[in-house]
């Protein structure tokens, strides 16, 4: 019903209108990982590895109707109060997946697309798996039919139980600190017998190389920031940790590949993850700007270390898209919840 109410709204050209009254805002969309085939069980069940074909075609379309310039000439418009190029769109992809260098990155050059990928350095430098692609990976390819963890049972029999046990446990390890996390984690993997490993890796879990990365780079269309050097929660964080995670992280960025390291993504990025201490922390150890989750547009008013994201994920084809960018659907939510 929705993506036919969606269509309507497109022929009719409504999402024209919404574009216009938006279009002296600054929209940054945020990205994770591609993917070239189809995927089984729970593997990328959030949708956050988006067919390559997919994001071929809504570059084309923000090509077509919009004005994609770089996160730099965004934060510049923002930090001097600079009029905003009409219908200004910045590409962000977080994590550092290698499908960004393998799938996304020919698309990007072949049609010129500024990109910023924020990286999460222990995954580049030193092949540690994201642990939310260990839990995805053990729960997705173990023959064990039942998992307890912590007085709780899950059942493990068929694709529907193990994605209510993926979700369910994800809930609660990103509410523990990231030592216990770990711990827990492990021993999620022992019991199930299945652990994810650099022989073992499907593509969509892989980590970029410096190699990669540096040819990226020197392209000039594709700039890096950093994600942290672990990927903690910050707001679980304590001072000490926060500023190893934050310089860490920058420090080994302008070292590998040469920038300075101006740029910041919050893992999970939802307002409870972080804190002003983060924010305080970032601008000490001079962090230009950091990119949240939250959705939303930006405009020369916009915090710069709170600037608002689109997520993008398989879930939304073209139509959905267009929507989203056009401002529809936030303004569709909105009188939701009037009612």
């Not at 109410?5 to 022929?11: E, P, Q, T």
């Not at 919050?266 to 804190?275: I, K, L, R, V």
């Not at 989203?324 to 919840?337: D, E, V, W, Y």
Request: aromatic share 10%; proline share 4%.
């Amino acid at each position: 019903m929705k993506i036919v109410l969606y269509k309507v709204l497109i022929f009719l050209k409504i999402h024209r209108l919404f574009q216009y009254v938006n279009r002296n805002t600054i929209i940054i969309l945020m990205y994770h990982g591609f993917t070239d085939h189809d995927h089984r069980g729970v593997e990328n069940y959030l949708g956050f590895h988006i067919p390559k074909s997919a994001f071929e075609k809504q570059l084309q379309y923000l090509q077509k109707d919009y004005n994609i310039i770089s996160l730099k000439k965004a934060v510049d418009i923002i930090k001097n109060k600079k009029k905003i190029p009409k219908n200004s769109i910045v590409l962000t992809i977080d994590d550092g997946y290698n499908s960004n260098y393998s799938l996304a990155y020919p698309i990007i050059k072949k049609l010129r697309a500024p990109a910023t990928i924020f990286l999460t350095t222990s995954f580049v430098d030193e092949q540690k798996f994201l642990w939310v692609d260990r839990l995805e990976y053990a729960i997705n390819n173990t023959k064990e039919e039942k998992l307890n963890i912590d007085n709780n049972k899950y059942i493990l029999s068929d694709t529907n139980t193990k994605l209510d046990c993926v979700r369910s446990i994800k809930s609660k390890l990103k509410k523990i600190k990231p030592g216990k996390r770990m711990v827990i984690l492990e021993g999620i993997e022992n019991e199930l017998g299945a652990k994810l490993n650099s022989n073992n890796a499907p593509d969509i879990y892989r980590p970029l190389s410096w190699n990669k990365i540096k040819e990226m780079k020197q392209s000039g269309l594709v700039n890096f920031g950093s994600h942290t050097h672990t990927h903690p929660i910050l707001s679980q964080c304590n001072k000490k940790q926060i500023k190893n995670e934050l310089l860490f992280s920058k420090n080994l960025l302008e070292r590998e590949i040469g920038i300075k390291c101006n740029d910041f993504a919050y893992p999970n990025g939802q307002p409870e993850d972080f804190s002003e201490e983060v924010v305080g922390c970032l601008k000490r150890i001079n962090y230009k700007c950091a990119l949240t989750t939250v959705a939303g547009k930006n405009n020369p008013d916009t915090n710069l270390y709170k600037l608002k994201r689109y997520p993008v994920s398989n879930r939304d084809d073209l139509v959905e898209f267009k929507i989203i960018l056009s401002g529809i659907s936030s303004f569709l939510n909105k009188i939701k919840n009037l009612i």
